[in-house]
């Protein structure tokens, strides 16, 4: 099914596919009163280049698992999404779901101008439930709360993105990316600036990573370098408090203008902090 240029003004959910497959929404205008996008146990999903301004979010995807990225996934790109007071995307639920770029679609690896461009809304990506969820080649700023949230999500690669870069002081009002509970997570090649210290909820970090196992930040290439500038808070954050941190690797990574520490670990284990510019 297609779903192509469109403008839909709706008090619920401007477009909602539910256990479809080979589902194309494209090129809309979406204007709505609760969720732009709604997609439930569906298969093989492109959400691309669609205006979304929504109440709730932008686009919602749950229980929708494909085998591979590229065979029956959720492929969410190109789309410019503004209002949405819960997320500019979020993610439940689901397997293989790329919001933005990856390697093996069919743009290729270079993804630069493909990414989903999030302003104005709660969080900005939010995956939870999920696993191997790519998020990747992502604009996202003035956010309410964190930039990228990854919530008990294996797998999750969190790459290429920019973060609250539009020069705006406190333009992310939480962590620029924060994985929870996220174990063999990478983290790498993501400019993030301005975020915005809260003192009682302990965010306001360029990144953080809470109760995760086997995460890389960075890597051994300089082009995997995560580069931090003017964190209200810490720049890079491991801890771990009711969980375990163990085997993280922090590398390589630039860390430069934050209000509190350059990386902070609390409760680490067997982990590697290496070669980093703070």
Same mark, same amino acid.
């Given at each position: 099914?297609?779903?192509?240029?469109?403008?839909?003004?709706?008090?619920?959910?401007?477009?909602?596919?539910?256990?479809?497959?080979?589902?194309?929404?494209?090129?809309?205008?979406? +204007?709505?009163?609760?969720?732009?996008?709604?997609?439930?146990?569906?298969?093989?999903?492109?959400?691309?280049?669609?205006?979304?301004?929504?109440?709730?979010?932008?686009?919602?995807?749950?229980?929708?698992?494909?085998?591979?990225?590229?065979?029956?996934?959720?492929?969410?790109?190109?789309?410019?999404?503004?209002?949405?007071?819960?997320?500019?995307?979020?993610?439940?639920?689901?397997?293989?779901?790329?919001?933005?770029?990856? +390697? /093996?679609?069919?743009?290729?690896?270079?993804?630069?101008?493909?990414? /989903?461009?999030?302003?104005?809304?709660?969080?900005?990506?939010?995956?939870?439930?999920?696993?191997?969820?790519?998020?990747?080649?992502?604009?996202?700023?003035?956010?309410?709360?964190?930039?990228?949230?990854?919530?008990?999500?294996?797998?999750?690669?969190?790459?290429?993105?920019?973060?609250?870069?539009?020069?705006?002081?406190?333009?992310?009002?939480?962590?620029?990316?924060?994985?929870?509970?996220?174990?063999?997570?990478?983290?790498?090649?993501? +400019?993030?600036?301005?975020?915005?210290?809260?003192?009682?909820?302990?965010?306001?970090?360029?990144?953080?990573?809470?109760?995760?196992?086997?995460?890389?930040?960075?890597?051994?290439?300089?082009?995997?370098?995560?580069?931090?500038?003017?964190?209200?808070?810490?720049?890079?954050?491991?801890?771990?408090?009711?969980?375990?941190?163990? /085997?993280?690797?922090?590398?390589? /990574?630039?860390?430069?203008?934050?209000?509190?520490?350059?990386?902070?670990?609390?409760?680490?284990?067997?982990?590697?902090?290496?070669?980093?510019?703070?």
């Amino acid at each position: 099914a297609n779903i192509e240029s469109n403008l839909v003004k709706a008090q619920g959910a401007g477009v909602s596919a539910s256990n479809a497959k080979d589902v194309r929404v494209m090129s809309n205008n979406i +204007q709505s009163g609760s969720t732009g996008v709604r997609a439930d146990k569906t298969k093989n999903l492109w959400v691309y280049n669609n205006d979304i301004n929504a109440v709730t979010n932008g686009v919602h995807v749950t229980n929708s698992a494909g085998s591979s990225y590229g065979s029956d996934d959720i492929d969410l790109w190109r789309n410019r999404i503004t209002g949405a007071g819960s997320a500019g995307i979020l993610v439940e639920n689901s397997a293989y779901a790329t919001i933005g770029v990856h +390697q /093996n679609n069919q743009f290729g690896a270079d993804g630069i101008g493909m990414g /989903n461009v999030i302003n104005g809304v709660g969080e900005g990506i939010v995956v939870k439930d999920s696993k191997n969820a790519m998020v990747r080649y992502n604009t996202i700023d003035n956010t309410n709360g964190h930039g990228i949230s990854v919530a008990d999500s294996a797998s999750s690669n969190i790459w290429n993105n920019k973060v609250g870069t539009n020069g705006a002081v406190d333009s992310v009002n939480g962590d620029g990316i924060n994985l929870r509970n996220a174990d063999g997570s990478v983290v790498k090649s993501n +400019q993030i600036a301005n975020t915005k210290y809260n003192g009682p909820a302990r965010t306001g970090s360029g990144i953080t990573v809470l109760n995760s196992d086997n995460v890389t930040i960075g890597g051994t290439a300089a082009a995997d370098a995560n580069s931090i500038s003017a964190a209200g808070s810490d720049g890079i954050v491991i801890r771990a408090d009711g969980g375990t941190a163990d /085997n993280i690797k922090v590398i390589g /990574n630039k860390v430069n203008g934050t209000a509190r520490t350059g990386l902070y670990a609390e409760n680490v284990t067997n982990s590697t902090i290496d070669g980093n510019k703070i």
